[in-house]
């Protein structure tokens, strides 16, 4: 006979293999260890924790231009990253923390922003990897000219780690949308009413599926609202909006949480599989986690604020509308949506595959404008495999990705346990046998 302690261990070690799909490499849930829960509602208060996950990907360049603020959050961009801004209005762009947003931003010390190529930041204007933290990495592969306020490294190998996630970002954003070719099956519709589009589930699937083959706004192309209708306590929602160019006009969100949009926010995914111009305009505080699957796409947000994951294959630029306004941020907020198995995909490796040294030149801050440091910076040669190298940076070989499904270890202990207890009985067994 089992003890009832070893059936516990193996009930609770199988229940915990019990974890929703995310995004591919396990993109989309906040990343240990002091994640909030539950993420509070934008505001300017105290941090409410950290979280090491990556808020934005661009899998091509980031532009900031207009009045552009802020990325609050981890921001990986596989190409380069350019800061040139409207003159006249914030000289200042942040990264890895936001004045006003969830505060959640990452640890201190990790990299706050990761390029795969050249970071530019104009004359006169200010890159700022610190805030009100400790204060943050700005890794990046090519060379980094302008105001820089962090702890600025180059890195030959910065974006290794997250090649891989273009490619799958790619095919999750075609198979959310497609089975086979055909377009996924929809569980409720999806009607443009002019002054508003109103999606309206089925009250039943844990996954809500809804095909867009329109823009979200008024047939003029102005602003509308969005709301959701008949949708489960609990439902993951998968808006699917196919087609060349797609644009989301909308005022739809707020900084109140009991809005039922934001209520939605960490399960809801926006997916744009074909489009190779986004659009993401009006006065929103828009909800929600963008996937943009074209590697060739531009996605242009001139939103005041997205409060949630922003990840595209392609370009983003951040930027104020023409119209004028400035103040433009993204919010971190984590996916924890459970969406379609996409088999064939892989997660990104946690070491890179060669184990040539990269090397990385490490500064406190850069100022000049021709890419050099006004100080002698320090130079260390950082094998690729190691995750310890640039220790506390979260970057380098160590894409922090969260871990995703099942840890044999525990397995493995229970099953030991359950040999020592089965060893056990069979001896007490023959002791009986022998004084019998």
């Not at 099942?406 to 022998?434: E, K, Q, Y």
């Amino acid at each position: 006979m089992v003890p009832a302690a070893a059936v516990l261990l193996v009930a609770v070690a199988f229940g915990s293999t019990a974890v929703a799909d995310p995004l591919p490499g396990g993109l989309g849930p906040c990343v240990p260890g002091d994640c909030p829960d539950p993420f509070p509602p934008v505001n300017n208060g105290p941090f409410a924790g950290r979280d090491n996950g990556i808020n934005v990907f661009v899998g091509s360049d980031m532009l900031v231009r207009g009045g552009a603020a802020e990325a609050e959050g981890r921001v990986v961009v596989l190409g380069s990253f350019d800061l040139a801004k409207d003159a006249g209005g914030s000289a200042l762009y942040n990264v890895g923390v936001a004045g006003v947003g969830s505060r959640v931003p990452p640890p201190d010390g990790a990299d706050f922003l990761t390029a795969g190529g050249d970071i530019t930041v104009a004359p006169g204007q200010r890159l700022d990897a610190v805030g009100d933290s400790g204060g943050g990495v700005v890794r990046h592969a090519g060379t980094a000219t302008g105001e820089i306020v962090g702890t600025a490294i180059q890195d030959t190998g910065a974006a290794t780690p997250y090649l891989s996630l273009r490619d799958e970002l790619t095919s999750a954003s075609d198979c959310y949308a497609r089975v086979d070719g055909e377009p996924r099956e929809p569980t409720g519709t999806a009607t443009n009413l002019g002054a508003e589009t109103v999606f309206t589930g089925d009250g039943a699937s844990e996954l809500q599926v809804f095909n867009v083959d329109f823009d979200l706004a008024t047939p003029a192309g102005g602003t509308q609202g969005i709301v959701f209708e008949n949708i489960p306590e609990g439902a993951t929602v998968l808006v699917n909006l196919t087609g060349p160019e797609r644009t989301i006009n909308t005022y739809a969100g707020s900084f109140d949480d009991t809005n039922p949009f934001n209520q939605l926010r960490d399960r809801l995914l926006w997916n744009f599989p074909d489009a190779s111009t986004v659009t993401l305009t009006g006065g929103a505080q828009f909800q929600g986690t963008t996937l943009v699957g074209d590697q060739d796409s531009t996605a242009t947000v001139t939103m005041p604020g997205i409060a949630g994951r922003f990840y595209t294959t392609g370009s983003l630029i951040h930027t104020s509308p023409a119209s004028g306004g400035g103040g433009q941020e993204f919010h971190a907020y984590p996916f924890n949506g459970d969406l379609p198995d996409c088999e064939g995909e892989e997660p990104p490796p946690t070491t890179t595959t060669t184990t040539e040294p990269t090397t990385t030149t490490e500064s406190t801050t850069t100022t000049t404008s021709d890419g050099t440091s006004p100080s002698e910076p320090t130079s260390t040669v950082c094998p690729t495999t190691d995750p310890s190298c640039a220790e506390g940076s979260g970057g380098g070989s160590d894409p922090t990705l969260p871990t995703t499904g099942f840890d044999a270890t525990a397995l493995t202990g229970i099953g030991a346990l359950l040999l020592l207890v089965g060893t056990l009985l069979v001896m007490l067994n023959r002791r009986r046998t022998r004084k019998t």
